[in-house]
């Protein structure tokens, strides 16, 4: 099992990682969720820069075919309130400033606009498609209602927006697979979603100790899902079945992850607590590859 090298560190509570192949070895945006924030590490020298400033609680970020960003803006988190988790300093986090959860778009020059601003919970994490579809869940913020509200929505190329299934508990990650169908990281298990027709099945229905957050997946279908507060990264086949896990030495939690290097076989980690961006190099998969997503004019 390899050991995580540390690209970046310390982030406040980082999310979404974005594996972008520049110049030299690459860089590695990353949303900040409590400062609202997106970032890129450059991973040569090491320095983080501010990508633009998105406020509330910027979740998740996917590339954008102009060279920006897509982000899923779940409102903002009141951090005050998570004192009690374990190795989590609140005291150095920003105050509590919420904003209308919606879908943003970070421009290249780090200009920030609202795509879809109504009608959602909290959106969380995207995925695209080759042929310009983007799928994004829309969980409520935690502790989730008794009422499973939940949603999946998608953004077709000509703007449309449209419910794919609803009635969720807590969707979470969501991952495109090789043959189409959606993974969805849904309370304490990954479900399989048909985008088609909005039938789930479960993958698995519970993975472990903790829940997970957000995936990657590699060329053969296999699911790399961010376990939390096991501060391990879970390697499950297509059929749910673990056949390895990459773990991260210490307590810790860990938020999301991406493939990204060269040759896509670095597994790119963000680490919410205690805040770093990790990377896992050497794998024997490569990752599928990320669609960057044609921004449609909506309205």
Same mark, same amino acid.
């Given at each position: 099992?390899?050991?995580?090298?540390?690209?970046?560190?310390?982030?406040?509570?980082?999310?979404?990682?974005?594996?972008?192949?520049?110049?030299?070895?690459?860089?590695?945006?990353?949303?900040?969720?409590?400062?609202?924030?997106?970032?890129?590490?450059?991973? /040569?020298?090491?320095?983080?820069?501010?990508?633009?400033?998105?406020?509330?609680?910027?979740?998740?970020?996917?590339?954008?075919?102009?060279?920006?960003?897509?982000?899923?803006?779940?409102?903002?988190?009141?951090?005050?309130?998570? /004192?009690?988790?374990?190795?989590?300093?609140?005291?150095?986090?920003? &105050?509590?400033?919420?904003?209308?959860?919606?879908?943003?778009?970070?421009? $290249?020059?780090?200009?920030?606009?609202?795509?879809?601003?109504?009608?959602?919970?909290?959106?969380?994490?995207?995925?695209?498609?080759?042929?310009?579809?983007?799928?994004?869940?829309?969980?409520?913020?935690?502790? &989730?209602?008794?009422?499973?509200?939940?949603?999946?929505?998608?953004?077709? $190329?000509?703007?449309?927006?449209?419910?794919?299934?609803?009635?969720?508990?807590?969707?979470?990650?969501?991952?495109?697979? $090789?043959?189409?169908?959606?993974?969805?990281?849904?309370?304490?298990?990954?479900?399989?979603?048909?985008?088609?027709?909005?039938?789930?099945?479960?993958?698995?229905?519970?993975?472990?100790?903790?829940?997970?957050?957000?995936?990657?997946?590699?060329?053969?279908?296999?699911?790399?899902?961010?376990?939390?507060?096991?501060?391990?990264?879970?390697?499950? %086949?297509?059929?749910?079945?673990?056949?390895?896990?990459?773990?991260?030495?210490? +307590?810790?939690?860990?938020?999301?992850?991406?493939?990204?290097?060269?040759?896509?076989?670095?597994?790119?980690?963000? %680490?919410?607590? &205690?805040?770093?961006?990790?990377?896992?190099?050497?794998?024997?998969?490569?990752?599928?590859?990320?669609? +960057?997503?044609?921004? +449609?004019?909506?309205?």
């Amino acid at each position: 099992m390899s050991t995580p090298v540390t690209v970046a560190a310390p982030v406040r509570f980082p999310e979404g990682p974005v594996w972008c192949p520049d110049a030299g070895p690459g860089s590695v945006v990353f949303t900040s969720v409590p400062d609202g924030a997106l970032y890129r590490v450059d991973l /040569a020298s090491g320095a983080v820069t501010t990508v633009g400033v998105a406020g509330g609680g910027a979740n998740a970020a996917a590339p954008t075919a102009d060279g920006g960003f897509v982000v899923t803006q779940n409102g903002g988190i009141d951090f005050s309130g998570l /004192a009690g988790l374990p190795g989590i300093d609140v005291s150095g986090m920003p &105050p509590y400033a919420p904003v209308t959860p919606g879908l943003q778009v970070v421009g $290249p020059d780090g200009s920030v606009g609202y795509l879809l601003d109504s009608g959602f919970l909290a959106p969380n994490d995207m995925t695209a498609t080759a042929d310009g579809v983007l799928y994004f869940t829309d969980p409520p913020h935690h502790p &989730p209602p008794p009422e499973p509200v939940g949603r999946v929505h998608a953004v077709d $190329p000509d703007g449309t927006v449209r419910l794919v299934a609803d009635g969720f508990v807590y969707c979470n990650g969501i991952a495109l697979e $090789p043959g189409g169908t959606l993974a969805v990281i849904e309370a304490r298990g990954v479900l399989r979603l048909d985008p088609t027709s909005g039938a789930r099945e479960w993958i698995i229905e519970t993975l472990g100790e903790a829940s997970g957050d957000g995936m990657a997946v590699d060329a053969d279908g296999r699911l790399y899902v961010c376990c939390t507060s096991e501060h391990a990264v879970r390697v499950l %086949e297509p059929d749910g079945t673990e056949v390895d896990r990459l773990q991260v030495p210490g +307590p810790g939690l860990l938020t999301n992850c991406c493939f990204g290097g060269p040759d896509l076989r670095t597994l790119f980690v963000a %680490e919410g607590v &205690p805040g770093a961006i990790l990377a896992f190099e050497g794998l024997p998969t490569p990752g599928l590859a990320v669609n +960057p997503w044609p921004v +449609p004019t909506v309205g």
